[in-house]
């Protein structure tokens, strides 16, 4: 009992870790599939929890409506909802309108690890378009009208073992690396950049807004220290980021004041500072225009993301 009391108060994911996947709980044997592994199951159950682990997950939802917490984000869901989500990022569905016996069905989930994706892209030219696509699933992706598509897809790879199922595996991937119609949940994102020199120096400049967060930062100083004018400055830091620089950082500081409000009870104006606004109500202005909701309500729904466990 006095574990039932303390559970409110935790803040961080679980780790889900190998040992605990157990086959009754419907996980494949990696010894019997491979790398690439199935999952199927209803809800509720103990595997929708607020959780992360090492591996990418592609989640399919088939039944129940309901919110899904992804990193810092927070949305609705619905049946034919597809979300691919990157190594240790945070997630949990949590379905709001279940019958009372729950449902047999919810998610169909495919999980596979990222050092034999990155490893085989290195001698077979064809894995690396799947590359952009995995570096996107760092804070979690979802694809619009690709439920019934998936499905067939899901089926496909469940249905197969060895050689075959990696095909079918890779047709999916092919798929989804090609969709245009999807949208990032989670933090900011960088698109793409022409060379080395160039990733070295859009990373500098990520590093100095993330590390600094709480200081004054311009477009101006930056550019100064790259040794660029401003204008040469923000059309290079659009093309990588897809953002300009004051609404790539005002990003930033919205997505560290979630994870602050997370995983503290501080007061939600010491965060608004402390993250770089010196303006409480422009704290509260750009939280609703980048998040769709106040502060204190992000507070209030996060709570949610740990779910209701039955029996």
């Known amino acids: 009992m006095p574990a039932l009391s303390t559970k409110p108060r935790q803040t961080k994911p679980e780790l889900e870790h190998d040992y605990s996947r157990s086959p009754e709980l419907g996980y494949e044997r990696p010894e019997e599939v491979g790398i690439i592994r199935c999952l199927s199951h209803g809800f509720p159950t103990p595997l929708a929890r607020w959780h992360y682990h090492d591996e990418y997950e592609l989640h399919l939802i088939t039944a129940s409506s309901g919110k899904a917490f992804v990193g810092d984000w927070i949305g609705q869901f619905q049946p034919g909802h597809l979300v691919l989500t990157g190594p240790r990022l945070p997630h949990n569905w949590v379905s709001m309108d279940l019958p009372d016996a729950g449902v047999p069905e919810r998610d169909l989930v495919i999980q596979f690890p990222h050092a034999p994706m ?12 799947v590359l952009p696509l995995l570096e996107r699933a760092k804070h979690g992706i979802e694809f619009f009208d690709l439920g019934p598509q998936a499905l067939q897809h899901w089926q496909q790879v469940k249905s197969t073992q060895g050689l075959a199922r990696f095909g079918a595996f890779c047709e999916f991937m092919g798929v989804l690396a090609q969709c245009k119609d999807y949208r990032l949940l989670s933090n900011a994102q960088i ?3 022409d060379n080395d020199a160039q990733l070295d120096q859009i990373n500098a400049i990520l590093s100095r807004i993330t590390d600094k967060l709480g200081e004054p930062l311009s477009a101006a100083s930056l550019a100064e220290e790259l040794g660029m004018n401003e204008s040469r400055f923000s059309r290079f830091f659009r093309r990588a980021t897809g953002n300009t620089f004051t609404d790539f950082v005002n990003h930033v500081r919205i997505n560290r004041a ?17 993250v770089g ?25 996060v709570a949610n993301r740990f779910g209701v466990t039955k029996g």
């Open 191 to 193: 698109q793409s950049v």
């Open 258 to 274: 979630c994870q602050f409000l997370m995983e503290s009870d501080r007061q939600i104006t010491s965060i608004a500072y402390d």
């Open 118 to 129: 990155e490893e085989a892209s290195r001698h077979i030219p064809e894995m690396r378009a």
């Open 277 to 301: 606004f010196n303006n409480i109500a422009n704290f509260n202005r750009r939280f609703l225009d980048i998040k769709g909701m106040t502060p204190r309500e992000f507070r209030r729904q």
